[in-house]
């Protein structure tokens, strides 16, 4: 366990990726699902152009404002933009370390945070200008990371069925 963050769980999705919840000590939770060197998107970065145009049906569902409006301006939109996940994906890495220690994998994490518009941190109670802020908990970001999980497991299917057609 880190000084700065705790891990709340550390488990294998539905789709059969990793996932881990962390709370970062007196401020909030983050989610992360981790992708195998198999998967198209392993190792690019969440604000790298992922070579796809974003259907047009799309809605902005739960990304960030600052997303919706840089990736409205492209032909093709960044790899995080693709997925629906709080407040949109924020991070993009392998790592040792984090976000668990001695990680024995080398698959590339990509995590989102709830440290947003609309989120309380550790301690804060909702204020008058933003009166339906909310504290976000465990099981939201369990379910957030199952979603993401799916999202990106749609993608590697994807590839799969792609790649027997050829």
Request: net charge negative; aromatic share 12%.
């Amino acid at each position: 366990m880190s000084e700065r963050h705790v891990i709340e769980n550390d488990w294998v999705t539905r789709a059969g990726y990793r996932a881990v919840a962390l709370f970062i000590h007196g401020s909030h939770r983050t989610g992360y699902v981790s992708v195998p060197p198999t998967h198209p998107f392993f190792g690019k970065e969440y604000n790298q152009d992922s070579g796809l145009a974003l259907p047009p049906e799309t809605e902005i569902g739960k990304r960030g404002p600052i997303d919706v409006f840089v990736n409205s301006f492209k032909e093709t939109c960044d790899v995080g933009f693709l997925f629906d996940v709080h407040g949109g994906i924020t991070y993009s890495r392998s790592g040792k370390d984090y976000p668990v220690e001695n990680n024995p994998d080398e698959n590339w994490w990509f995590g989102f945070d709830c440290a947003h518009l609309g989120d309380l941190r550790e301690g804060e109670t909702a204020s008058p200008w933003e009166p339906m802020a909310t504290h976000k908990s465990l099981a939201y970001v369990e379910d957030e990371c199952e979603s993401l999980a799916d999202q990106l497991k749609k993608y590697e299917l994807n590839r799969l069925k792609n790649e027997d057609r050829e």
